[in-house]
Each structure stands twice: as C-alpha cells, then as structure tokens.
C-alpha cells in the first residue's frame, strides 16, 4: 500500500499501518523516489531509482538511508535523498556501490587472516600458531589489501625472495600454506573467485637434481647414540628432554608440553605417560610406556612451582623456546651433528632393526594407520607397543642387546 504526502516530522511521528496491512510506503511529493517504509515494528526512509540510462524497462533498486533514530529530521532524509538521486543521475549505482563496499570490508586481508586463524582453531587443529605466523610473515606487504587485489605475480615474487635467501623450505611452506588460506577465502568466505596461487606448484626436480638430493634425516648408529645418551647425563633440561626424545621418539614440540598431569596408572600397576591429542600432530592420544629408563628420567626433573611442566624453560617455566642455540650447543657438546627428528628416525630404524614388527613401530611413533587400516582396525596394541618401548629403553641404556633377548623380545611385540 503506498500514500502521497510531504514527509515531515509530524507525519514521520504520526506514521502508522492502516488495519489488517503489514507494510505501507509514505511517499514524499517534493523529491520522486523518496519515501518512509512502514512496517509492524519499524519505519525506514527509502529511496527507490532506477540505474540511469536503461529507462522503465529496468528493474527498480531500493535503497535504505536509515530510520527515523539514525536520521532524526524529515528535511536531513531529503537532502540525502536529493544526494542519492544526484549520484543516480551521474551513472552511479548506489545499492551496487554499497555492497561493494560491503564485501571490500569483508575482504580485507589482515582480517580475513584473522578469521582464519578463529577457524582453524575452532577445528581443533595443532600448530595453528606456527601456521598463522608464516602466513602473516609472508602477507606483511598485502595485510591492509583487499584480497580480491592481490594477483599471483605478487605472491610468487615473496615465494621467490624468501627462497633467493637460501630459506627454500620457508618458500615452499610459506606457498603452501598461504595457498591453502586462499583456497579458504575462496570457499568458506566467498570473497575469492578464484585462487591466485592454484596454478603455482612446487617445481619437480630434474633426474640431475634427484641423484644430487640427499635423502632428508637420518638414523644415528649405534656408536651415535650412546654419544648422545652419555652427553645427556648433564643435568641441564635442554639434556634430558634429548633424552626423553631419543627413548620415546616424540616430536619435539609434544616432549617440550609434557607435563606431570598426563602420568596414568593402569590395571597392574603398570605407569603410562599420555600425551593428549590437544597436543600431537595426528591429533590422537599418545600413550607412552614408562620404562625404567624414562622414569628414571623423569625422577630427575625438579618439581617446579611454577610449572607442572618435565622440561620447563628455566627462564620462564613455559615451554623451552630458541630450539636453535640450545641444540646447536648440545650438538657441539656431544660431538654428534644429528637433528631432533633424527632421533625419531633412529628409534624407528632401531625397532625394526630389532626384529619390532613394522606395524608396531609405527605406532610407537603414533603414526596415522592409512586407508582401510585406520578405519577398521580399532586395535591398539597396547602391550606389544609397551614391550617395543621397553626393548628400546634397554638398547639405547645398554648399548647393546644380547641376540637371544632381541629375538624373544622381537616376537613378544610382533603381530
């Protein structure tokens, strides 16, 4: 229902539906188009255009310029009535102008960035921190953009000036993860059409390149890894958290977060150390064995105040941060050049070459079980993975096993 009449405050204030009607326009006879909506609970000045140059035949576009609250006067709301239809009037679309700006508030990089980050964690996902730092580290230059700006020649040029520094994985981290946050824009957000870096993949080796690559990591001897358990003696926390890492393979962010709270007693009597799911990068519980080696471990970490943590930093009692010296310092000490995950690799390595079933060592190092494996089998193995521990323990402390207990040990823990 729509009635003629000047706007003014009086009308505005008096304005109400006729009975058994749910919406009538009051439109105004000084400006054409210009008009207060009425509805059962609310009243909205409106301006109704068509886009210039296209005639009757256009469909209409309404345009909200407020409420009787946000514009307090009838002759405020003309005037910017007056100024829309003047925006009309010069070839200006005011409703498509304003949901572009909608998006483009949407679409702001650095927010955008945000949001993801609120998402990721809300999907319970590990090293969200990691993630988002490499991410905004590489965006640095783009964080006040609209994403819809930012083209692919961009992009692979800071791909390109991180690699030019030698950092090559950083490069391809850095692409890949920022690959995978605008895949996000482009399907979760909607702000996307199209992924600038979907065509932009990691180079293939050439065959030249494949016989000069190394292969990554290592497995330490046997010569190696009593180095390293004589060398962790020390009493430092940098020492015994190698320690903890070279009994239990963990990795090294999951050793830095255990804490007295995820010690279990089960049935038996028998201790187990559970690193909780919160913290892994399968993002399954991980059950540790505490063999007497890792307890004895263990008993050595002071009780900290402050920290429940076994391998606190001894600056602030949180997690050890500046990986990098502390190890470089160990490494020097010990006189063995070998990384943290090269630990996990010698555990590995070590199992298998004690006669653990493959299977079984995998599990020691809580690896996600593929395919129809994962989905079906529900076994955890839990005593054969807690006697492929202890036989490790008992190698790694005594630097060798007699081939007799090996084979019996082996087949205690085979499936």
């Given at each position: 229902m729509t009635t003629k009449i000047k706007l003014t405050d009086a009308v505005v204030s008096n304005a109400a539906l006729p009975e058994g009607k749910s919406?009538?326009?009051?439109?105004?006879?000084?400006?054409?188009?210009?008009?207060?909506?009425?509805?059962?609970?609310?009243?909205?000045?409106?301006?109704?255009?068509?886009?210039?140059?296209?005639?009757?035949?256009?469909?209409?576009?309404?345009?909200?310029?407020?409420?009787?609250?946000?514009?307090?006067?009838?002759?405020?709301?003309?005037?910017?009535?007056?100024?829309?239809?003047?925006?009309?009037?010069?070839?200006?679309?005011?409703?498509?102008?304003?949901?572009?700006?909608?998006?483009?508030?949407?679409?702001?990089?650095?927010?955008?960035?945000?949001?993801?980050?609120t998402h990721q964690i809300a999907r319970g996902r590990t090293k969200v921190s990691n993630v988002l730092s490499v991410i905004r580290r590489g965006m640095r230059p783009f964080l006040d953009r609209d994403v819809r700006s930012l083209t692919a020649a961009e992009l692979v040029e800071v791909i390109d000036k991180i690699a030019a520094k030698g950092h090559a994985g950083a490069a391809n981290d850095f692409r890949a993860r920022c690959r995978a946050f605008l895949s996000w824009c482009r399907d979760s957000k909607k702000v996307l059409a199209a992924n600038p870096l979907m065509e932009h993949r990691r180079e293939r080796p050439t065959r030249v390149q494949k016989l000069q690559r190394e292969e990554p990591g290592r497995a330490l001897n046997n010569d190696e890894i009593q180095a390293v358990w004589a060398a962790t003696e020390k009493s430092a926390v940098y020492s015994r958290l190698i320690r903890f890492v070279l009994l239990t393979g963990c990795r090294r962010t999951e050793a830095s977060m255990v804490s007295r709270s995820m010690m279990e007693t089960e049935d038996g009597g028998h201790r187990s150390l559970v690193i909780p799911k919160a913290i892994t990068k399968s993002g399954r519980d991980h059950r540790l064995a505490v063999t007497p080696q890792l307890a004895a471990l263990l008993a050595r970490c002071p009780q900290d105040a402050l920290s429940d943590l076994f391998f606190p930093s001894s600056r602030t009692g949180g997690p050890i941060k500046g990986w990098s010296k502390l190890h470089a310092s160990f490494v020097s000490d010990c006189g063995v050049k070998f990384g943290l995950h090269d630990l996990r690799r010698t555990l590995k390595t070590g199992l298998d070459a004690l006669g653990v079933d493959s299977d079984i060592s995998e599990r020691c190092l809580n690896h996600t079980r593929q395919g129809l494996e994962g989905i079906y089998n529900k076994n955890n193995a839990t005593e054969e993975v807690s006697a492929a521990f202890h036989l490790w323990a008992e190698f790694v402390a005594a630097g060798t096993v007699n081939p007799a207990q090996a084979s019996g040990a082996a087949s205690e823990v085979a499936v």
């Open positions: 919406e009538i326009v009051f439109w105004d006879t000084e400006v054409t188009g210009f008009g207060l909506r009425v509805r059962t609970k609310s009243k909205t000045w409106i301006v109704y255009y068509r886009p210039a140059g296209l005639g009757r035949s256009a469909t209409a576009k309404r345009f909200k310029l407020g409420t009787p609250e946000t514009i307090s006067t009838a002759t405020e709301a003309r005037r910017q009535a007056r100024d829309i239809m003047g925006r009309v009037a010069r070839g200006e679309d005011p409703v498509a102008d304003r949901a572009e700006s909608k998006r483009a508030a949407k679409a702001r990089v650095s927010d955008l960035i945000n949001d993801y980050e």
